[in-house]
Every structure is written in structure tokens, then in C-alpha cells.
């Protein structure tokens, strides 16, 4: 359970609290706050848009502990989820309740908008309201090293906020910056004494000095080659293993300190980490830029015909941000690039991209970039009657990034996408995916061939509905779960992945990719089902895959069901079993480790293994958050 809390303001206050279906079997949920049941939803037809509420009684700056528990067609009842704990943000939080209105001030709109940020700052915190009408800057409106400070319109169909010069003429460029909020980072004097493994929350260190439990830390440990492609990598002695999921290329993780022991000198985080460091990984401490906002309007391009590139909102970084209901319009390059730490978004609209066009690389409408803790709730991008977008949501060198409850409509290249750079542990789930034909990559598409390999993920409950691909992968792309996912009308493969044979990597796990493909129902697809193998990757291709589940899925294809590419030296160590549908089948000679079992086929050879990647959560997602 995740609770995001909407806009300060009093007249558009809400809490939406989203959920995972953690068992398919459940028909409703209860909703319970503070131990009070204050919903109860039903599960019916397509369960993706069932498992969120939004709680519109909510009291301003209250503290409430969310829950939720399933319900079973025989009258029972699931125990309760574990919390989430959330503070209902108001304008009292706020810079004690101070509010600036900008034009009260004088001089062009971005002048007046700059001294009503610049009051906001110097008070210590506040809202600066803009009115109901459109405002042109003459330059970036910059909100610098500020804390609590929220920029709030009147609503997004009221206030718009465009610019009034060009955008940048390169597609790949920073673009024309329309708000940017900056913050303040110090790099400390701290150095662990023992190195960080995955999963630790609890660091050594040689001191405790300047640090304090609420602060944010950020871990970036570049390698010697930045951006390199992998043969670079390699040269420069930098660890790429997906096959045991240590690829040190790109360490980078940020987190929040909950607790200092000065006597054992340890700090321990809120989460845990998502990569390795040594103990030679600075410390930068992220001083400013804390409790910011942007809500209730429109930032924009100049027109929908826009041919420049602008990036409409920049945080560089920012943390505990709230972006609510907010609409993005002819960017050309990026609606919002988020770093930082805790980075929420919560019902954005963002219709039409790309006015300009939609060729060209680098415009990703959401660019997480940098980020932990990244949350997308309850937004909606493109529109079903035009495929003028690229690139919603791409995530690089993020961790924990959550997208849930939104619609995701026509698009050239793809809805999401964890497009390496050292990204971990996402979770795509209860969304509506229909990006349509054109979208060359795929509904979900994880990894890069330049920057590297994606995953852990989840990618579980959503509704994919008339893609060319449904899910597809570059890469090694490893732990990926796709679980309990409704896939139709697919145009060519509806799941799609393959592996390699990397430099640092053992020979028996070259092509291990662990993946979990599992009661999904694939209806009317014109191509094949679930296809994995063959050596496309550019760097270092493997002809095969191994170590990969797939179970209980409804498969109903035109093609062949599932295709296992590689012959069985190659492609090896699947469990296959329980699959009906469409009953043709392509796979290399069963051998020993091999399970395959209860398929539309008829065949049945071996024993079903244990694993310990097929979980279908992370272990962290059962703490008390929030």
C-alpha cells in the first residue's frame, strides 16, 4: 500500500491511496484508515482501475496509518496489509501558512513570479499562488536553494505558466527550462569503514559528525569510463555481471538517515540499497531543496506548434517533492526531469508531448534521472486519438521508482521504461496500457543496449491493450516479474527478452535472465506469445536464455504460444508448466533441471526447483512506510 497526498490547497485536498493485488483471487478490498474501514471497492472485469481510492475527507495536517485487507467470494478476509503512514500536507505546513501572490508584484510575469518566490524563500517557506490566467516568462522562473516553498495555480484548465522565447534547437540537449527548483548539496567528511552490499541498511562509518536522523544522503560512486559502452567497461576493469545482478557501472543511491549510533558508529537508512559501494564512495548530504512543490496548473510550450525543445519543470535535486495535479503540454523534450529523493506525482496530465513531431531521440516526457523513491500515481498520458509522443516515463540510475493507477495512450516508443544507467527495484503495476501499433519499443520496455541492463522489476496487473509489443527487453535484463497481466490485440510478440554472455559473468549462467512470467491471460494477439532467446545484443550476445518461470498463463495467440530460442546447451533450466491456450510450442530438447509440466501440449518431463528471484514483491515493500 502507497498513500500520495494531493495539493496543499484546502479547496483540492485529497489523499489517493493505491494498492498491489497481491492475490488474484481477491473480488474486493477494504480500505482501512487509522483502523477505521472507510472504503470497500469490488474487483470486477479488468481488475487494473479496482485497487486505488482516493480519500477526499481527509483533514488538513493530519497524520493517518493507512491499510487494506482483501475479500474472497466465501465471505472471508485477507489480514492486514501492512501500513503506510502519511501526513496530510496543508498550506499550515507550509511556511507557517504564508502565502505570496504574485501579482501583487510588479514588473514582467516572470519578474513578478521571481519576487514572489524570492519572498516565499526568504520567509522560509510558503505558497506562491498564481492566478487564473496565462503568464509568460521572459526567462526560467528559479526557485534556488529554498525549502518549503510550493508554486500553486487555480487549477490546470486555469493558470498556465509557457515561456515566451525558444526552446533549445537539439533534441538531446538540456532544453529551454521553464521552472527550475535547484538544491543545495555538501559533500561530508564521512567514510565507511566496511564496504555496502545490496540489501544493507545499516552502514559503518569512521564518524557520525554533521549527520542527524532526516537527513538525505546521496551515494554516487562513478566508474572510470562514464557512459561507456560495456567493451569500455570492460577494459576499464568495471564489474558487469547480470547473471548474479552485479552490474557496477552506474552506482548510484540516496537515502533517508532514521537512526545514528554514535558509540558503534553506524548509520542506518530507511530503505535498503539497491547497489554495492566501497568504502571509498563519498558522502553528499543534500542541504536545501526539501519540502517543495508545484500543483493545480499547466506548464507548456510555447503553442501546439511548437518546434523547440523545452524541459518544463527541472529538479536538480530536490527531496520530499510533491508535483499534484499538474498538467505538461508541448514539451518537445521533457514534461519534468526529477532527481532527488522522494519524488511524488500525483494525478499529472500530459496530453500531447510532442507537437513538433515525434522523430529524435532523448525526449523522455518524465526523465528520472538520478532519483529514489520516485512515485507516479493517478495520471494519464497522451490520448487515445494520436500517437504524437515519445517516451513517457524513462528511469536512469533511479531506484524504488513506483508507477500505478494511469493510462497511458498513444505513443512512438513506449509507456515505461528502466532504461539502465544503474536502475533497480521497479514496480509498474494497475495501469492501463494502449500505446498503440506504432510504439516500436513496447508497452514496457526495459534496458539499454549502451547503458545497461534493467531490473529487478515487477510488472504486475496492468491491462495492455492493442500494442505492437506488450513487454520487451534489451539487455540481460534481470529478476523481471510479470505477474497477473491482461494482454490483448497484440500486433507482433506480446513478451519479448533475451540474454548475454558478459565479460564477468560464469559460463553457467551466461543467458540467465530470472525471470517470473506468470497467470497472465494474452487474448487475440496476431503473433507469438512469450518469445525468449536469440543473440541480439550488440555487446555481448548470447544465443539462449536460462533460469526462467513460466506458469499458469492463459495464452491465446495466432503464432506459437511460447518460443524458447537456442538449443538445450544454450537455453536451459526452465520451468514451464500449467499453461493452456493455444497449444503450440517451440523449445530445445528437454534435459536435466528442465521442468516442464500440465501445458496445452501434453508433455511432461522432470521436477519443478525452488527459487529465490521468483517472489513476486520485494522484501522491503512489507515495512511500515511512509
Not at 534556488?144 to 533534441?171: K, M, Y
Not at 521553464?178 to 543545495?184: A, I, Q, Y
Not at 549502451?450 to 535484463?477: H, K, L, V
Request: aromatic share 10%; net charge neutral; glycine share 12%.
Amino acid at each position: 500500500m502507497v498513500a500520495t497526498s494531493g495539493p496543499t490547497d484546502p479547496n483540492a485536498r485529497y489523499v489517493l491511496v493505491t494498492w498491489d493485488r497481491s492475490d488474484p483471487a481477491a473480488t474486493g478490498y477494504q480500505v482501512v484508515r487509522d483502523g477505521v474501514v472507510v472504503k470497500t471497492t469490488t474487483v470486477s472485469g479488468d481488475p487494473w482501475d479496482d485497487l486505488s481510492f482516493t480519500d477526499a475527507t481527509v483533514v488538513p495536517s493530519a497524520t493517518y496509518l493507512y491499510q487494506v485487507r482483501a475479500l474472497f467470494g466465501d465471505g472471508t478476509t485477507s489480514a492486514l496489509s501492512p501500513a503506510f503512514r502519511i501526513h496530510v500536507r496543508s498550506t499550515a505546513d507550509v511556511g507557517s501558512g504564508r502565502t505570496f501572490e504574485v501579482d501583487t508584484y510588479s514588473g514582467t510575469d516572470r519578474e513578478r513570479a521571481q519576487a514572489a518566490v524570492a519572498a516565499a524563500t526568504s520567509a522560509g517557506g510558503g505558497v506562491v499562488v498564481f492566478g487564473a490566467r496565462t503568464y509568460t516568462f521572459d526567462a526560467p522562473l528559479r526557485v534556488d536553494s529554498a525549502d518549503n516553498v510550493v508554486l500553486r495555480g487555480a487549477g490546470s484548465d486555469r493558470t498556465f505558466l509557457q515561456p515566451g522565447f525558444a526552446g533549445e534547437s537539439a533534441t538531446c540537449g538540456s532544453g529551454g527550462q521553464l521552472v527550475v527548483f535547484t538544491g543545495r548539496q555538501t559533500k561530508l567528511a564521512i567514510q565507511l569503514t566496511s564496504p555496502v552490499a545490496v540489501g544493507e541498511r545499516t552502514l559503518k562509518v569512521d564518524s557520525t559528525s554533521g549527520l542527524a536522523a532526516g537527513q538525505r544522503i546521496i551515494f554516487y560512486e562513478s566508474p572510470p569510463v562514464n557512459d561507456a559502452d560495456p567493451w569500455q567497461m570492460e577494459t576499464a576493469g568495471v564489474m558487469q555481471d547480470p547473471g548474479t545482478g552485479r552490474d557496477e557501472r552506474h552506482r548510484w543511491d540516496a537515502g533517508q538517515i532514521v537512526a545514528i549510533d554514535t558509540t558503534a558508529k553506524t548509520v542506518t537508512f530507511e530503505q535498503p540499497f539497491s547497489q554495492s559501494f566501497t568504502t571509498a564512495v563519498p558522502w553528499t548530504r543534500l542541504d536545501k531543496g526539501n519540502g517543495n512543490g508545484i500543483e493545480r496548473l499547466t506548464v507548456q510550450g510555447r503553442s501546439s506548434t511548437e518546434t523547440t525543445h523545452y524541459r518544463l519543470v527541472d529538479l536538480i535535486p530536490q527531496a520530499d517533492f510533491t508535483m499534484a495535479d499538474v498538467q505538461g503540454r508541448w514539451a518537445n523534450r521533457n514534461y519534468v526531469r526529477a532527481s532527488g529523493y522522494d519524488i511524488r506525482v500525483v494525478g499529472f496530465k500530459g496530453p500531447l508531448g510532442d507537437p513538433g513531431g515525434t522523430d529524435g531521440s532523448c525526449k523522455y516526457k518524465f526523465s528520472v534521472w538520478r532519483a529514489t523513491n520516485f512515485t507516479f500515481v493517478g495520471g494519464e498520458m497522451g490520448e487515445p486519438t494520436h500517437n504524437q509522443n515519445t517516451s513517457f516515463i524513462t528511469t536512469q540510475r533511479a531506484q524504488r521508482t513506483l508507477v500505478r493507477a494511469s493510462k497511458f495512450w498513444g505513443n512512438r516508443t513506449y509507456a515505461f521504461n528502466e532504461h539502465g544507467l544503474g536502475s533497480r527495484h521497479f514496480i509498474f503495476e494497475n495501469n492501463f496500457v494502449a500505446v498503440g501499433p506504432n510504439a516500436e519499443k513496447a508497452g514496457v520496455f526495459v534496458g539499454n543496449s549502451s547503458f545497461g541492463f534493467a531490473g529487478p522489476g515487477i510488472i504486475r496487473n496492468n491491462t495492455f491493450s492493442g500494442n505492437r509489443r506488450d513487454i520487451s527487453m534489451q539487455e540481460n535484463s534481470y529478476e523481471l516479474r510479470i505477474l497477473d497481466n491482461i494482454m490483448r490485440n497484440t500486433g507482433d510478440r506480446v513478451i519479448s527478452g533475451y540474454g548475454w554472455a558478459g565479460p564477468d559473468t560464469s559460463t553457467d549462467l551466461y543467458g540467465s535472465i530470472r525471470w517470473t512470467i506468470a497467470r497472465n491471460r494474452i487474448e487475440g494477439a496476431q503473433g507469438d506469445g512469450i518469445v525468449l532467446g536469440e543473440a541480439s545484443s550488440p555487446w555481448y550476445p548470447y544465443p539462449g536464455v536460462k533460469d526462467v518461470i513460466i506458469s499458469t498463463n492463459q495464452i491465446g495467440v495466432r503464432g506459437t504460444a511460447i518460443r524458447l530460442l537456442g538449443t538445450s546447451t544454450a537455453t536451459k533450466r526452465f520451468q514451464v508448466s500449467n499453461n493452456g491456450g493455444t497449444n503450440t510450442y517451440v523449445r530445445p530438447e528437454l534435459v536435466a533441471g528442465d521442468f516442464w509440466h500440465g501445458n496445452a501440449d501434453g508433455t511432461s518431463f522432470g521436477t519443478a526447483t525452488s527459487t529465490s528471484w521468483s517472489a513476486p514483491y520485494f522484501s522491503w515493500e512489507a515495512r511500515d512506510r511512509g
